[in-house]
Protein backbone atom coordinates (compact mmCIF):
# COMPACT_ATOMS: atom_id res chain seq x y z
CA UNK A 1 0.00 0.00 0.00
CA UNK A 2 0.78 3.45 -0.89
CA UNK A 3 0.39 5.25 2.63
CA UNK A 4 -1.05 5.22 5.94
CA UNK A 5 -4.58 6.02 4.37
CA UNK A 6 -4.23 3.66 1.70
CA UNK A 7 -3.78 0.85 4.29
CA UNK A 8 -6.63 2.53 6.32
CA UNK A 9 -8.81 2.28 3.28
CA UNK A 10 -8.40 -1.49 2.33
CA UNK A 11 -8.85 -2.43 5.96
CA UNK A 12 -12.02 -0.62 6.19
CA UNK A 13 -13.15 -2.00 3.13
CA UNK A 14 -12.36 -5.30 3.86
CA UNK A 15 -14.73 -4.76 6.87
CA UNK A 16 -17.25 -3.74 5.21
CA UNK A 17 -17.09 -6.84 2.69
CA UNK A 18 -16.36 -9.45 5.20
CA UNK A 19 -19.83 -7.56 7.83
CA UNK A 20 -21.89 -7.65 4.71
CA UNK A 21 -21.32 -11.26 3.42
CA UNK A 22 -21.18 -12.80 7.02
CA UNK A 23 -24.79 -10.75 7.62
CA UNK A 24 -25.96 -11.62 4.84
CA UNK A 25 -25.15 -15.64 5.29
CA UNK A 26 -26.17 -15.26 9.38
CA UNK A 27 -29.61 -14.24 7.65
CA UNK A 28 -30.66 -16.78 5.62
CA UNK A 29 -28.81 -19.79 7.87
CA UNK A 30 -29.20 -18.22 11.56
CA UNK A 31 -26.45 -19.68 13.52
CA UNK A 32 -25.17 -21.97 10.93
CA UNK A 33 -21.56 -21.72 10.98
CA UNK A 34 -19.63 -20.25 8.02
CA UNK A 35 -18.60 -23.11 6.01
CA UNK A 36 -14.51 -24.03 5.25
CA UNK A 37 -14.66 -23.21 1.36
CA UNK A 38 -16.61 -19.77 2.60
CA UNK A 39 -13.75 -18.88 4.50
CA UNK A 40 -11.71 -19.72 1.48
CA UNK A 41 -13.73 -17.53 -0.77
CA UNK A 42 -13.07 -14.63 1.77
CA UNK A 43 -9.53 -15.47 1.28
CA UNK A 44 -9.63 -14.86 -2.04
CA UNK A 45 -11.22 -12.10 -1.88
CA UNK A 46 -8.60 -10.37 0.31
CA UNK A 47 -6.43 -11.13 -2.59
CA UNK A 48 -7.88 -9.99 -5.12
CA UNK A 49 -9.18 -7.10 -3.45
CA UNK A 50 -5.73 -6.17 -2.72
CA UNK A 51 -5.07 -6.29 -6.49
CA UNK A 52 -7.67 -4.43 -7.42
CA UNK A 53 -6.67 -1.67 -4.91
CA UNK A 54 -3.19 -1.90 -6.21
CA UNK A 55 -3.87 -0.96 -9.86
CA UNK A 56 -6.58 1.23 -9.52
CA UNK A 57 -7.67 4.50 -7.64
CA UNK A 58 -10.04 3.36 -5.51
CA UNK A 59 -7.70 4.17 -2.39
CA UNK A 60 -6.28 7.17 -3.19
CA UNK A 61 -8.86 10.09 -2.10
CA UNK A 62 -8.51 13.36 -0.16
CA UNK A 63 -10.35 16.79 -0.47
CA UNK A 64 -9.37 17.17 -4.02
CA UNK A 65 -11.17 13.93 -5.43
CA UNK A 66 -14.01 14.57 -7.70
CA UNK A 67 -17.13 12.54 -6.56
CA UNK A 68 -17.83 11.39 -10.07
CA UNK A 69 -14.49 9.95 -10.44
CA UNK A 70 -15.15 8.18 -6.78
CA UNK A 71 -17.96 6.73 -7.27
CA UNK A 72 -16.77 5.38 -11.35
CA UNK A 73 -13.56 4.16 -9.75
CA UNK A 74 -15.40 2.03 -6.87
CA UNK A 75 -18.18 0.74 -9.89
CA UNK A 76 -15.24 -0.21 -11.97
CA UNK A 77 -13.77 -2.19 -8.73
CA UNK A 78 -16.49 -3.67 -7.55
CA UNK A 79 -17.44 -4.87 -10.68
CA UNK A 80 -14.14 -6.79 -11.59
CA UNK A 81 -14.88 -8.53 -8.16
CA UNK A 82 -18.20 -9.35 -8.76
CA UNK A 83 -16.92 -11.03 -11.61
CA UNK A 84 -14.50 -12.49 -9.99
CA UNK A 85 -16.87 -13.91 -7.50
CA UNK A 86 -19.24 -15.07 -10.23
CA UNK A 87 -16.39 -16.72 -11.69
CA UNK A 88 -15.66 -18.75 -9.14
CA UNK A 89 -18.70 -19.29 -6.72
CA UNK A 90 -19.24 -22.70 -8.89
CA UNK A 91 -17.14 -24.51 -6.91
CA UNK A 92 -18.52 -23.74 -3.45
CA UNK A 93 -21.76 -26.01 -3.29
CA UNK A 94 -22.66 -24.39 -0.18
CA UNK A 95 -23.70 -21.21 -1.71
CA UNK A 96 -26.30 -23.07 -4.29
CA UNK A 97 -28.91 -22.35 -5.58
CA UNK A 98 -28.97 -19.20 -3.57
CA UNK A 99 -27.25 -16.80 -5.12
CA UNK A 100 -28.23 -13.82 -2.59
CA UNK A 101 -25.62 -14.78 -0.36
CA UNK A 102 -23.14 -13.68 -3.40
CA UNK A 103 -25.21 -11.00 -5.27
CA UNK A 104 -26.94 -8.75 -2.13
CA UNK A 105 -23.16 -8.63 0.10
CA UNK A 106 -21.32 -7.27 -3.05
CA UNK A 107 -24.20 -4.76 -3.88
CA UNK A 108 -24.43 -4.03 -0.02
CA UNK A 109 -20.16 -3.20 0.09
CA UNK A 110 -20.03 -1.65 -3.08
CA UNK A 111 -22.70 0.76 -1.31
CA UNK A 112 -21.61 1.53 1.53
CA UNK A 113 -17.83 1.57 0.28
CA UNK A 114 -18.67 4.75 -1.89
CA UNK A 115 -21.21 6.11 0.84
CA UNK A 116 -18.23 6.23 3.20
CA UNK A 117 -15.75 7.72 1.01
CA UNK A 118 -18.28 10.44 0.05
CA UNK A 119 -19.13 11.04 3.40
CA UNK A 120 -15.48 11.92 4.33
CA UNK A 121 -14.43 13.63 1.05
CA UNK A 122 -17.55 16.25 2.67
CA UNK A 123 -16.20 16.22 5.67
CA UNK A 124 -12.83 16.64 4.78
CA UNK A 125 -13.80 19.66 2.87
CA UNK A 126 -15.65 21.46 5.13
CA UNK A 127 -13.07 21.46 7.73
CA UNK A 128 -10.38 22.40 5.02
CA UNK A 129 -12.50 24.97 4.26
CA UNK A 130 -13.36 26.42 7.62
CA UNK A 131 -9.19 26.23 8.11
CA UNK A 132 -8.53 22.61 9.57
CA UNK A 133 -4.85 21.73 8.84
CA UNK A 134 -4.27 25.37 6.82
CA UNK A 135 -1.02 25.97 5.57
CA UNK A 136 0.99 28.93 5.70
CA UNK A 137 2.80 29.71 2.49
CA UNK A 138 5.28 32.01 1.66
CA UNK A 139 5.90 32.33 -1.98
CA UNK A 140 9.12 33.61 -3.69
CA UNK A 141 8.88 35.52 -6.72
CA UNK A 142 6.86 38.08 -8.34
CA UNK A 143 6.25 37.18 -11.99
CA UNK A 144 4.01 35.28 -13.93
CA UNK A 145 4.43 31.73 -12.26
CA UNK A 146 3.62 33.67 -9.15
CA UNK A 147 0.85 35.23 -9.48
CA UNK A 148 -0.79 32.39 -11.42
CA UNK A 149 0.04 30.44 -7.76
CA UNK A 150 -1.25 33.20 -5.78
CA UNK A 151 -4.40 33.37 -7.82
CA UNK A 152 -4.93 29.92 -7.45
CA UNK A 153 -4.62 29.67 -3.52
CA UNK A 154 -6.59 32.73 -3.07
CA UNK A 155 -9.29 31.16 -5.12
CA UNK A 156 -9.49 27.78 -4.08
CA UNK A 157 -9.91 27.50 -0.38
CA UNK A 158 -10.28 23.85 -0.65
CA UNK A 159 -6.12 23.59 -1.45
CA UNK A 160 -5.88 24.49 2.38
CA UNK A 161 -3.37 27.00 1.95
CA UNK A 162 -3.28 30.56 3.42
CA UNK A 163 -0.49 32.84 1.93
CA UNK A 164 1.98 34.86 4.57
CA UNK A 165 3.79 36.74 2.19
CA UNK A 166 5.73 36.91 -0.92
CA UNK A 167 9.73 37.68 -1.43
CA UNK A 168 10.88 39.36 -4.39
CA UNK A 169 13.93 41.05 -5.65
CA UNK A 170 11.87 42.36 -8.96
CA UNK A 171 8.89 45.23 -8.87
CA UNK A 172 5.99 43.72 -7.22
CA UNK A 173 2.21 44.27 -9.09
CA UNK A 174 -0.11 46.15 -7.47
CA UNK A 175 -2.46 43.85 -6.97
CA UNK A 176 0.31 41.65 -5.04
CA UNK A 177 1.67 44.71 -2.71
CA UNK A 178 -0.52 43.26 0.42
CA UNK A 179 1.20 40.20 0.49
CA UNK A 180 4.75 41.89 -0.28
CA UNK A 181 7.53 41.21 2.60
CA UNK A 182 10.76 42.52 1.13
CA UNK A 183 13.39 41.00 -1.12
CA UNK A 184 14.77 37.75 -1.32
CA UNK A 185 17.75 38.46 0.93
CA UNK A 186 15.45 38.91 4.02
CA UNK A 187 14.21 35.37 3.37
CA UNK A 188 16.33 33.84 6.80
CA UNK A 189 14.69 37.12 8.88
CA UNK A 190 11.11 36.05 7.81
CA UNK A 191 11.64 31.93 8.36
CA UNK A 192 12.51 33.08 12.13
CA UNK A 193 9.57 35.32 12.39
CA UNK A 194 7.31 34.30 11.04
CA UNK A 195 4.81 30.41 10.93
CA UNK A 196 6.06 29.47 7.14
CA UNK A 197 4.63 25.79 6.33
CA UNK A 198 5.66 25.79 3.03
CA UNK A 199 7.85 27.69 1.00
CA UNK A 200 6.92 27.49 -2.62
CA UNK A 201 9.72 28.36 -4.85
CA UNK A 202 8.92 30.73 -8.28
CA UNK A 203 11.91 32.49 -9.24
CA UNK A 204 13.24 32.19 -13.01
CA UNK A 205 15.81 28.73 -12.58
CA UNK A 206 18.43 31.11 -13.63
CA UNK A 207 19.08 32.23 -10.35
CA UNK A 208 20.53 29.01 -8.85
CA UNK A 209 22.81 30.61 -5.93
CA UNK A 210 19.60 32.10 -4.84
CA UNK A 211 17.55 28.75 -4.79
CA UNK A 212 20.49 26.60 -3.63
CA UNK A 213 20.49 28.49 -0.49
CA UNK A 214 16.68 28.92 0.01
CA UNK A 215 16.76 25.01 -0.40
CA UNK A 216 19.51 24.61 2.67
CA UNK A 217 17.67 27.10 4.35
CA UNK A 218 14.62 25.31 4.01
CA UNK A 219 16.21 22.16 4.95
CA UNK A 220 17.76 23.01 8.25
CA UNK A 221 14.65 24.50 9.77
CA UNK A 222 13.15 21.53 8.43
CA UNK A 223 10.28 23.48 6.03
CA UNK A 224 8.57 22.12 3.12
CA UNK A 225 9.40 23.74 -0.19
CA UNK A 226 8.59 22.72 -3.98
CA UNK A 227 9.82 24.35 -6.91
CA UNK A 228 7.81 25.84 -9.96
CA UNK A 229 10.14 25.29 -12.80
CA UNK A 230 9.87 28.18 -15.53
CA UNK A 231 9.55 25.92 -18.02
CA UNK A 232 6.34 24.39 -16.34
CA UNK A 233 3.95 25.20 -19.77
CA UNK A 234 6.20 22.80 -21.95
CA UNK A 235 5.74 20.14 -19.59
CA UNK A 236 2.69 18.38 -19.00
CA UNK A 237 0.44 18.53 -15.64
CA UNK A 238 1.22 14.98 -14.35
CA UNK A 239 4.96 15.13 -14.75
CA UNK A 240 6.82 12.32 -13.14
CA UNK A 241 10.52 12.48 -12.12
CA UNK A 242 12.82 9.94 -13.17
CA UNK A 243 16.14 8.79 -12.60
CA UNK A 244 19.00 9.58 -15.63
CA UNK A 245 21.94 7.95 -13.98
CA UNK A 246 22.57 9.28 -11.09
CA UNK A 247 20.79 12.82 -11.95
CA UNK A 248 17.27 13.29 -10.93
CA UNK A 249 15.08 14.03 -14.35
CA UNK A 250 11.61 15.42 -15.24
CA UNK A 251 10.46 12.86 -18.20
CA UNK A 252 8.01 15.25 -20.15
CA UNK A 253 5.39 12.53 -20.52
CA UNK A 254 4.25 10.08 -18.13
CA UNK A 255 4.10 6.91 -19.91
CA UNK A 256 2.87 3.75 -17.65
CA UNK A 257 3.84 1.34 -20.48
CA UNK A 258 7.21 1.69 -19.92
CA UNK A 259 7.47 0.15 -16.42
CA UNK A 260 8.05 -3.62 -17.05
CA UNK A 261 5.39 -4.53 -14.54
CA UNK A 262 2.70 -2.89 -16.63
CA UNK A 263 3.98 -4.56 -19.88
CA UNK A 264 3.37 -7.79 -18.55
CA UNK A 265 0.03 -7.28 -17.47
CA UNK A 266 -1.25 -5.77 -20.86
CA UNK A 267 0.35 -8.74 -22.51
CA UNK A 268 -1.29 -11.53 -20.07
CA UNK A 269 -4.18 -9.95 -21.08
CA UNK A 270 -3.58 -9.58 -24.55
CA UNK A 271 -2.64 -13.29 -24.98
CA UNK A 272 -5.93 -14.60 -22.95
CA UNK A 273 -7.99 -12.15 -25.25
CA UNK A 274 -6.96 -13.16 -28.21
CA UNK A 275 -6.86 -16.54 -27.61
CA UNK A 276 -10.28 -17.52 -26.39
CA UNK A 277 -10.78 -15.17 -28.90
CA UNK A 278 -9.87 -16.96 -31.70
CA UNK A 279 -11.09 -20.27 -30.34
CA UNK A 280 -14.67 -19.50 -29.55
CA UNK A 281 -15.03 -17.30 -32.87
CA UNK A 282 -13.31 -20.36 -35.52
CA UNK A 283 -16.68 -21.53 -36.32
CA UNK A 284 -18.05 -17.72 -37.07
CA UNK A 285 -14.99 -17.30 -38.99
CA UNK A 286 -15.90 -20.12 -41.37
CA UNK A 287 -19.52 -18.83 -42.41
CA UNK A 288 -17.68 -15.13 -42.90
CA UNK A 289 -15.36 -16.94 -45.15
CA UNK A 290 -17.90 -17.96 -47.17
CA UNK A 291 -19.77 -14.99 -47.45
CA UNK A 292 -16.63 -13.23 -48.42
CA UNK A 293 -16.11 -15.16 -51.26
CA UNK A 294 -19.44 -14.97 -52.10
CA UNK A 295 -19.65 -11.25 -52.34
CA UNK A 296 -16.67 -11.09 -55.14
CA UNK A 297 -13.64 -12.58 -56.42
CA UNK A 298 -10.53 -12.43 -54.40
CA UNK A 299 -9.19 -13.35 -51.22
CA UNK A 300 -10.83 -14.10 -47.94
CA UNK A 301 -8.57 -11.94 -46.28
CA UNK A 302 -7.36 -8.34 -46.91
CA UNK A 303 -3.49 -7.56 -45.93
CA UNK A 304 -1.51 -4.99 -45.26
CA UNK A 305 1.67 -3.29 -44.25
CA UNK A 306 0.74 -0.50 -41.24
CA UNK A 307 3.15 1.00 -38.78
CA UNK A 308 3.01 0.15 -35.51
CA UNK A 309 4.81 0.01 -32.12
CA UNK A 310 8.69 1.92 -32.06
CA UNK A 311 7.74 3.02 -35.76
CA UNK A 312 7.85 -0.61 -37.17
CA UNK A 313 5.82 -2.32 -40.13
CA UNK A 314 4.08 -5.29 -39.61
CA UNK A 315 1.43 -7.12 -41.72
CA UNK A 316 -2.32 -6.25 -40.64
CA UNK A 317 -5.15 -8.96 -41.19
CA UNK A 318 -8.73 -7.96 -41.74
CA UNK A 319 -11.74 -10.02 -43.72
CA UNK A 320 -11.92 -8.26 -47.09
CA UNK A 321 -15.02 -5.79 -47.44
CA UNK A 322 -13.66 -4.27 -50.37
CA UNK A 323 -13.31 -5.31 -54.19
CA UNK A 324 -9.63 -6.36 -54.65
CA UNK A 325 -7.75 -3.49 -56.28
CA UNK A 326 -3.88 -2.93 -56.92
CA UNK A 327 -1.92 -2.37 -53.39
CA UNK A 328 -0.86 1.17 -54.52
CA UNK A 329 -4.32 2.17 -54.77
CA UNK A 330 -5.63 0.68 -51.16
CA UNK A 331 -2.44 2.19 -49.73
CA UNK A 332 -2.82 5.67 -50.50
CA UNK A 333 -6.79 5.98 -50.41
CA UNK A 334 -8.82 6.87 -47.66
CA UNK A 335 -12.00 5.19 -47.28
CA UNK A 336 -15.39 7.44 -47.17
CA UNK A 337 -18.72 7.30 -46.62
CA UNK A 338 -20.80 5.19 -49.51
CA UNK A 339 -17.47 4.14 -51.06
CA UNK A 340 -18.09 2.53 -53.79
CA UNK A 341 -15.20 -0.05 -53.28
CA UNK A 342 -16.76 -1.69 -50.63
CA UNK A 343 -19.11 -4.68 -51.22
CA UNK A 344 -22.64 -5.71 -50.01
CA UNK A 345 -21.29 -7.91 -47.18
CA UNK A 346 -18.29 -6.02 -46.61
CA UNK A 347 -20.72 -2.98 -45.41
CA UNK A 348 -22.21 -5.58 -43.00
CA UNK A 349 -19.11 -6.47 -41.73
CA UNK A 350 -17.13 -3.15 -41.30
CA UNK A 351 -20.86 -1.59 -39.74
CA UNK A 352 -20.49 -4.50 -37.15
CA UNK A 353 -16.63 -4.48 -36.88
CA UNK A 354 -16.53 -8.25 -37.60
CA UNK A 355 -14.00 -7.56 -40.52
CA UNK A 356 -11.41 -6.55 -38.01
CA UNK A 357 -11.55 -10.05 -36.00
CA UNK A 358 -8.44 -11.47 -37.62
CA UNK A 359 -6.39 -9.08 -35.98
CA UNK A 360 -7.09 -11.18 -32.84
CA UNK A 361 -4.12 -13.14 -34.40
CA UNK A 362 -1.72 -9.86 -34.95
CA UNK A 363 -2.38 -9.58 -30.87
CA UNK A 364 -1.69 -13.59 -30.15
CA UNK A 365 1.85 -13.35 -32.30
CA UNK A 366 2.76 -9.66 -30.45
CA UNK A 367 2.41 -6.85 -33.38
CA UNK A 368 -0.75 -5.84 -31.90
CA UNK A 369 -2.22 -5.19 -28.64
CA UNK A 370 -6.44 -5.34 -27.84
CA UNK A 371 -6.34 -2.10 -27.10
CA UNK A 372 -4.37 1.01 -28.53
CA UNK A 373 -3.89 3.28 -31.04
CA UNK A 374 -5.31 2.38 -34.57
CA UNK A 375 -2.47 1.42 -36.98
CA UNK A 376 -2.03 3.32 -39.95
CA UNK A 377 -0.83 2.88 -43.91
CA UNK A 378 3.03 4.63 -43.86
CA UNK A 379 1.40 6.86 -46.68
CA UNK A 380 -0.74 8.33 -44.54
CA UNK A 381 2.15 8.63 -40.78
CA UNK A 382 3.87 10.63 -43.48
CA UNK A 383 1.67 12.51 -44.32
CA UNK A 384 -0.12 13.03 -40.96
CA UNK A 385 4.01 13.62 -39.21
CA UNK A 386 4.18 16.27 -41.33
CA UNK A 387 0.72 18.13 -40.80
CA UNK A 388 0.04 17.10 -37.06
CA UNK A 389 2.64 17.93 -34.19
CA UNK A 390 3.16 14.86 -32.05
CA UNK A 391 1.37 12.60 -34.45
CA UNK A 392 4.34 10.04 -33.97
CA UNK A 393 4.06 9.62 -30.12
CA UNK A 394 1.48 7.74 -30.57
CA UNK A 395 3.27 4.51 -31.92
CA UNK A 396 5.11 4.51 -28.84
CA UNK A 397 2.79 2.07 -27.37
CA UNK A 398 1.53 -0.97 -29.41
CA UNK A 399 -1.42 -0.28 -31.94
CA UNK A 400 -4.90 -2.09 -30.99
CA UNK A 401 -7.89 -3.53 -32.68
CA UNK A 402 -9.80 -0.73 -30.68
CA UNK A 403 -8.59 2.46 -29.35
CA UNK A 404 -9.97 5.16 -26.95
CA UNK A 405 -10.71 7.32 -30.47
CA UNK A 406 -12.88 4.85 -31.89
CA UNK A 407 -14.61 3.93 -28.70
CA UNK A 408 -15.64 7.70 -28.56
CA UNK A 409 -16.66 8.16 -32.37
CA UNK A 410 -13.68 9.16 -34.11
CA UNK A 411 -13.00 6.88 -36.70
CA UNK A 412 -13.63 6.97 -40.47
CA UNK A 413 -13.85 10.08 -41.75
CA UNK A 414 -13.59 11.94 -39.09
CA UNK A 415 -10.84 14.40 -37.17
CA UNK A 416 -7.20 13.12 -37.35
CA UNK A 417 -6.72 16.28 -34.82
CA UNK A 418 -9.16 14.54 -32.59
CA UNK A 419 -7.95 10.96 -32.75
CA UNK A 420 -4.29 11.98 -32.04
CA UNK A 421 -5.39 14.12 -28.60
CA UNK A 422 -7.18 10.69 -27.36
CA UNK A 423 -4.43 8.49 -28.68
CA UNK A 424 -1.54 10.56 -26.68
CA UNK A 425 -4.50 10.32 -23.51
CA UNK A 426 -4.32 6.41 -23.81
CA UNK A 427 -0.04 6.65 -23.62
CA UNK A 428 -0.29 9.09 -20.79
CA UNK A 429 -2.94 7.34 -18.66
CA UNK A 430 -2.62 3.73 -19.30
CA UNK A 431 -4.02 1.62 -17.03
CA UNK A 432 -6.09 -2.10 -17.10
CA UNK A 433 -8.97 -0.61 -16.14
CA UNK A 434 -9.00 2.33 -18.79
CA UNK A 435 -8.36 -0.89 -21.56
CA UNK A 436 -11.65 -2.54 -19.56
CA UNK A 437 -13.58 0.77 -20.14
CA UNK A 438 -12.47 1.25 -23.97
CA UNK A 439 -13.04 -2.40 -24.56
CA UNK A 440 -16.82 -1.93 -23.07
CA UNK A 441 -17.25 1.80 -24.63
CA UNK A 442 -16.83 -0.01 -28.00
CA UNK A 443 -19.58 -2.65 -27.76
CA UNK A 444 -21.94 -0.45 -25.81
CA UNK A 445 -20.92 3.20 -27.10
CA UNK A 446 -23.15 4.41 -29.93
CA UNK A 447 -21.35 6.71 -30.97
CA UNK A 448 -18.41 4.27 -31.73
CA UNK A 449 -20.98 2.79 -34.15
CA UNK A 450 -21.90 5.79 -35.33
CA UNK A 451 -18.90 6.44 -37.96
CA UNK A 452 -18.18 2.62 -39.14
CA UNK A 453 -17.99 2.95 -43.17
Known amino acids: MRDGNSRILFLIDLIVIFVSFFAVFYYH ?31 RINHFSKPVSVLKNMLIAYSVLSVFMIAVVGIFGEFRPNDKLILYPLLYSAISSALLRLSYMIVIKVMVKKGYQRRWVLILGS ?68 IKQI ?29 FGEFPAIAVRNEPLTLMSNQLI ?34 VLFRQKRIGNNNLAFTLYKFRSMVEQPPQDSDTAWTVADDGRITPFGKILRQTNIDELPQLWNVLVGDMSIVGPRPEREYFVEKFSQ ?28 SIQKRIENDLYYLEHWSIWLDLKIIFLTFFNRAAWKNAI
Not at 150 to 158: E, Q, S
Not at 229 to 240: A, H, L, N, V
Not at 280 to 295: E, M, N, Q, T
Request: aromatic share 10%; charged share 20%.
Open 143 to 210: GSRAKQVIDKITKTPDLGFKIAGILSNTDVDLTLKKFYLGQLKQFPTILRHYDIDEVIIATPLGEKTN
Open 266 to 299: KRAFDITVSFVGLVLLSPIFLFISLGVKLSSPGP
Open 29 to 59: HGGTAIPFKGAVLMGLVILVWFVISENSDIQ
Open 387 to 414: EIPNYRLRHRVKSGITGLAQAKGWRGDT
Open 215 to 243: VQRCEAKAVRFCIIPDFYDIIPKWTPLTI
